[in-house]
């Protein structure tokens, strides 16, 4: 599984659109880059999944360069509630989803007023 | 959407007892279902994977005598902590492998809502 770095932690304020890159260079041809928000005490929840390119949905976007090294998670206009733990992770899911996941350190985002 | 049903939310127990916990996929089945520990402001650790019908493959430097994984059905997963301590008190999540094709992705997995657990 390829290894992801993020930086450990962000800062926001409301309303702000907040950009948390994600760096995998040894991330395979058949992988893809998921991302997962936890909230304190509960199970990490799915964001957004992307394979190159952009990748859009009703909570945030996913930036894939062509190189795929790298991959940028977008979440417009943060308000307090985004206050959480982003994963970046890189797998393949091709053999029908059972490859287990390794989560990095994650990424801190806190959002204030 | 998918969901993974864990139970129970949280629990305190007495050094020396075990505590169950069990996780399940209420609309899909699961094959294989994965047991995560967390401590405090640090990541997910794996702990085992869980199969149905065989044996639970664990993590290196995981006790498989102190943590009994049993998957007897395509819809739940237990993991048992044998005789507790309070090092053992810790978070612990599960999830399953969801395809969300019906989403437009390739694969996801969906987790549970995670137990803490409290040995005291």
């Known amino acids: 599984l390829a290894k992801t770095t993020q930086p450990i932690s962000m800062d926001s304020y409301e309303g702000q659109e907040v950009n948390i890159t994600c760096s995998h260079n040894n991330i395979a041809t058949n992988d893809y880059i998921t991302w997962y928000q936890q909230f304190p005490s509960q199970g990490p929840r799915f964001i957004i999944q992307g394979y190159k390119t952009k990748v859009t949905n009703e909570v945030a976007s996913l930036f894939i360069p062509a190189d795929r090294k790298s991959s940028t998670l977008s979440l417009p206009r943060v308000s307090l509630s985004d206050t959480a733990v982003y994963y970046c992770?890189?797998?393949?899911?091709?053999?029908?989803?059972?490859?287990?996941?390794?989560f990095g350190t994650g990424t801190q985002l806190k959002v204030e007023l | 959407g998918a969901v993974v049903s864990q139970h129970p939310s949280r629990v305190i127990c007495k050094s020396g007892t075990s505590v169950k916990i069990e996780c399940r996929s209420l609309d899909f089945q699961a094959t294989t279902m994965f047991w995560y520990r967390q401590f405090p402001k640090k990541s997910l650790m794996l702990m085992a994977t869980s199969n149905e019908g065989s044996k639970a493959t664990y993590e290196q430097g995981v006790e498989k005598d102190k943590f009994l994984i049993n998957h007897a059905s395509l819809t739940l997963s237990t993991l048992t902590v044998t005789s507790a301590h309070p090092e053992d008190s810790s978070f612990y999540i599960c999830?399953?492998?969801?395809?969300?094709?019906?989403?437009?992705?390739?694969?996801?997995?969906?987790f549970g809502s995670g137990t803490r657990l409290t040995v005291v």
């Open positions: 999830s399953a492998p969801d395809h969300l094709q019906d989403r437009g992705y390739n694969y996801g997995y969906t």
């Open positions: 992770l890189v797998g393949d899911g091709l053999t029908g989803g059972g490859n287990k996941l390794t």
